[in-house]
C-alpha cells in the first residue's frame, strides 16, 4: 500500500492552466504505474491519465492533448499538468495505484474551472 497526498488545485478560469501533484510514500514507487482520476459532481469517479514505471503514458480522450502526466521518481511523486482548462474538467482530483491496488484514497485536490 502506499500513503497518497495530492496538491495543486484551485479555481481557474477556462483556457487556464493548473500542476496537480500527488506524493506517495511507501516502498516501489518506482516500479509502479500510477493515475490520476477525478470525480465531477453527481459522477462517479474516472480514471484520466496513466503512467507506468517506464513512462509510457495513456489519458482519456476527454483530456488527451490539454492534460500531461509525468512522475519522479527520486521524489516519489506523480504530476498532473493541465492546460487550456474547460468547465467540464472541474472536480475532485485524485491519484492512485493502477490498477487499483487496495492504498486508501487521499484527500483528493478540488479542481474548479469558471466559465
Known amino acids: 500500500q502506499v500513503q497518497l497526498v495530492e496538491s495543486g488545485g484551485g479555481l481557474v478560469q477556462a483556457g487556464g492552466s493548473l500542476r496537480l501533484s500527488c506524493i506517495a510514500s511507501g516502498r516501489n514507487f518506482n516500479i509502479t504505474s500510477m493515475s490520476w482520476y477525478r470525480q465531477a459532481p453527481g459522477k462517479q469517479r474516472e480514471e484520466v491519465a496513466t503512467?507506468?514505471?517506464?513512462?509510457?503514458?495513456w489519458y482519456s480522450d476527454s483530456v488527451k492533448g490539454r492534460f500531461t502526466i509525468s512522475r519522479d521518481n527520486a521524489k516519489t511523486t506523480v504530476y498532473l499538468f493541465m492546460n487550456r482548462l474547460k468547465p467540464e474538467d472541474t472536480g475532485v482530483y485524485y491519484c492512485?495505484?493502477?490498477?487499483?491496488?487496495?492504498?486508501?484514497w487521499g484527500q483528493g485536490t478540488q479542481v474548479t474551472v469558471s466559465s
Open positions: 492512485n495505484t493502477f490498477p487499483l491496488g487496495g492504498s486508501p
Open positions: 503512467i507506468s514505471p517506464g513512462e509510457n503514458t
